[in-house]
């Protein structure tokens, strides 16, 4: 099984398309769990009507599955609690020049 870092990792490489900036750092994924070939993922997206909403949960889904042992990505996107940029890591407000 990956473990939870290799699974972020994986996620990491999904960038939102508007704002250029990985879901990761963006504060996105809210809860990831696998449960022996199979990865389950909580999400949210910065708002509920993001355009690239569907292209970002196929990516993060393709991302995940690329991962040797992981056969299958679930991704649920729950809009609860709702985003915002108190999520974002340091490093994304930066990139964003939120201070």
Same mark, same amino acid.
């Given at each position: 099984?990956? @473990?939870?870092?290799?699974?972020? @990792?994986?996620? !990491?490489?999904?960038? *939102?398309?508007?704002?250029?900036?990985?879901?990761? @750092?963006? $504060? +996105?994924?809210?809860?990831? =769990?696998?449960?022996? #070939?199979?990865?389950?993922? *909580?999400?949210?997206?910065? #708002?509920?009507?993001?355009? %690239?909403?569907?292209?970002?949960?196929?990516? %993060? !889904?393709?991302?995940?599955? /690329?991962?040797? *042992?992981? =056969?299958? %990505?679930?991704?649920?996107?729950?809009? #609860?609690?709702?985003? #915002?940029? =108190? /999520?974002?890591?340091?490093? %994304? !407000?930066?990139? +964003? $020049?939120?201070?």
């Amino acid at each position: 099984m990956s @473990d939870e870092t290799q699974l972020i @990792d994986a996620l !990491k490489q999904v960038i *939102d398309p508007e704002l250029m900036i990985n879901i990761v @750092d963006l $504060g +996105l994924v809210y809860e990831v =769990e696998q449960e022996e #070939s199979k990865v389950n993922v *909580d999400m949210t997206l910065t #708002s509920p009507a993001c355009p %690239a909403g569907p292209q970002i949960v196929q990516q %993060a !889904k393709m991302a995940l599955e /690329r991962l040797e *042992d992981v =056969e299958e %990505a679930e991704i649920k996107l729950v809009m #609860s609690p709702p985003w #915002s940029p =108190e /999520r974002m890591t340091e490093d %994304a !407000k930066d990139q +964003l $020049g939120i201070f």
